[in-house]
């Protein structure tokens, strides 16, 4: 079936410098990437989203890139700080025969941020 | 506002009991799913709600039940609880369709079966 790889599945920088996490997708129909982030006991949460037709979106320090022709997104966060470490999760919708579009998520990566 | 809530937040079941997880949202969204978390799986739908009365199967529909009689509410039920159950799950709220639009989580069940 459809899936979403995620890589690495786990990542440790020191507080300041870039953390990046890539994704693919096997789906040349999917048209919607978000991205959560999940912080311990508590459930996933957005925190930046792409639609196929943008390339590129950025919201303060954190940003994601599309390549469309190679079926993969990358969630990139700059300056990192110990608060961004949490288990980061990318998401790729899928379209069932039905014509319904679901989300299919990858399998996590654990950020931890030394200070 | 509330968004999300789940109910309980823990649960230990013997095998072949039943139960039903509560999930509730109070923004008038249509779309609501559940979701299974496991180590190194990412996760998984297990059923989904586009409207009231209206529901459909996930990736992983097989011992549960679900049904939606209101907007606001959309209960997961266990039908007889099997250890390959033991997992945390998550309802999901959108005010699109799930593939679309953002999905806003509760903060999860963690359900242990011995």
């Known amino acids: 079936g459809e899936n979403v790889e995620q890589h690495p599945s786990t990542l440790s920088v020191q507080e300041g410098d870039s953390a990046v996490i890539k994704c693919t997708y096997s789906d040349s129909a999917s048209n919607y990437f978000p991205w959560y982030k999940q912080e311990l006991g508590k459930g996933p949460q957005l925190i930046i989203d792409i639609r196929s037709n943008v390339g590129e979106k950025k919201d303060q320090r954190i940003a994601v890139t599309l390549n469309k022709t190679a079926k993969h997104f990358s969630l990139h966060i700059t300056e990192t700080q110990p608060e961004d470490s949490a288990v980061y999760f990318c998401a790729a919708s899928i379209r069932e025969d039905t014509g319904f579009q679901k989300l299919v998520f990858g399998t996590g990566t654990r950020l931890l941020v030394s200070p | 506002n509330a968004g999300v809530t789940q109910t309980p937040k823990f649960q230990v079941l013997k095998t072949g009991q039943s139960m039903t997880l509560q999930c509730a949202q109070d923004m008038n969204h249509e779309y609501m799913s559940w979701y299974r978390q496991d180590p190194g799986m990412g996760l998984r739908l297990i059923h989904y709600?586009?409207?009231?009365?209206?529901?459909d199967q996930g990736e992983v529909p097989n011992g549960y039940n679900v049904s939606r009689s209101t907007t606001e509410d959309f209960p997961l039920r266990l039908l007889s609880a099997a250890p390959s159950q033991t997992s945390v799950y998550f309802c999901a709220s959108s005010p699109g369709t799930g593939g679309r639009s953002p999905l806003h989580f509760g903060n999860g069940t963690r359900l242990t079966v011995t």
């Open positions: 709600s586009v409207g009231a009365g209206i529901t």
